[in-house]
């Protein structure tokens, strides 16, 4: 127990460090990439034994999950609301060049239809590994190392991408009017009912078994707020930076030990396959930015296939619009969730059947 706490400390203050070091130098994403590289260092190099505690981690999602939620004024919902064509019209082409991308992956790795396809869904982890483990046919091992491993590919390709699309177009979205920061806005009183409501919301979510809790319950709770008082906030810069290195350092040590595992020819398909859905989703989104005049960046982040929470440190650090980007995302887990994810199950179940 103490050598865990003794490593945990260790790779914390390293990630402090290297964030820091990284940010003087004009890094991008400084707080995302320290955590993740401390981690790669302490584990690969070091050979260090790192359990990152659980609630640290989800302590950092909620605040990322404030942050998103902050963003949502009456607004930028009115903006959200007159664009849902947009946001339906992404959502459904992602999951169609999937579906696709799942026949190639299916060819170089040499699994069957229901793992490819399994193996290929975005954003809906726990829901995939869900009904990996019903599916007889379905290989769990394969859905659940191309689906977690699509983080390598996430934070790698994605930030960049994001970065050289917003300064080629100059891009600053904009964000309405300054808020003031969290703790000038925000009383005792009102502080209390904030994390009393997310903490409701937050109970109800797990009871259900609702995905990405973490994030989705304090948006619930920060949308609620902002129409019913009226008081809005952005988190202060420190805040959004701690949230980043708590969160990150968990994705690090993910990526320490799935190196390890990618191997051979579930490699390839696996690097195959995230690499084309990030490239053709790029493609997609240049395409319809130019027939709607939408930021191409605010497109590519909407509809990039990875978690919301690193898609959204990438749309805070770029300017591109948060608030628009977690529609996007929160549309994506609802439809997957409720439409894709029981039509998934049936046609598994008929070819079952077969």
């Known amino acids: 127990m103490k050598r865990n706490w003794l490593n945990n400390l260790i790779v914390l203050l390293l990630a402090i460090v290297i964030s820091l070091l990284l940010k003087a130098v004009h890094m991008l994403l400084p707080f995302m990439f320290g955590p993740i590289i401390a981690a790669l260092i302490c584990v690969k190099l070091f050979k260090m034994e790192v359990k990152w505690p659980f609630w640290i981690s989800q302590l950092g999602l909620i605040l990322l999950g404030v942050q998103i939620g902050s963003s949502f004024t009456k607004r930028v919902i009115g903006d959200i609301k007159d664009d849902w064509l947009t946001v339906v019209l992404i959502s459904v082409l992602l999951l169609v060049i999937a579906l696709i991308v799942s026949i190639f992956f299916k060819k170089i790795a040499k699994v069957n239809t229901e793992t490819a396809i399994l193996s290929v869904i975005p954003g809906a982890l726990s829901q995939m590994l869900l009904m990996a483990e019903e599916d007889k046919n379905a290989n769990i091992m394969v859905v659940s190392l191309t689906q977690t491993s699509r983080i390598i590919f996430v934070v790698i390709l994605v930030p960049f991408i994001s970065y050289f699309t917003s300064t080629s177009s100059g891009q600053k979205s904009s964000q309405g009017a300054v808020q003031p920061d969290f703790t000038q806005a925000i009383n005792i009183p009102n502080f209390l009912i904030l994390v009393a409501a997310i903490a409701i919301v937050y109970f109800i979510m797990a009871k259900i078994n609702f995905p990405t809790k973490q994030m989705l319950a304090p948006i619930v709770v920060l949308i609620a707020w902002n129409l019913i008082t009226g008081i809005t906030f952005t988190l ?22 799935l190196v390890d595992q990618l191997k051979g020819r579930i490699a390839v398909a696996i690097a195959f396959q995230n690499i084309m859905l990030i490239l053709v989703a790029f493609v997609m989104v240049c395409i319809i930015g130019y027939a709607t005049h939408h930021p191409i960046n605010d497109l590519f982040l909407g509809a990039a296939p990875g978690g919301m929470s690193q898609i959204i440190l990438v749309a805070m650090e770029t300017g591109a619009d948060v608030a628009m980007i977690s529609s996007y995302h929160i549309f994506r887990v609802f439809f997957i969730l409720f439409l894709i994810a029981p039509l998934i199950n049936y046609y598994l179940k008929y070819r079952a059947r077969r």
């Open 236 to 257: 202060d810069n420190y805040l959004i930076a701690a949230a980043q290195v708590m969160y990150m350092i968990r994705i690090g040590i993910q990526i320490a030990k």
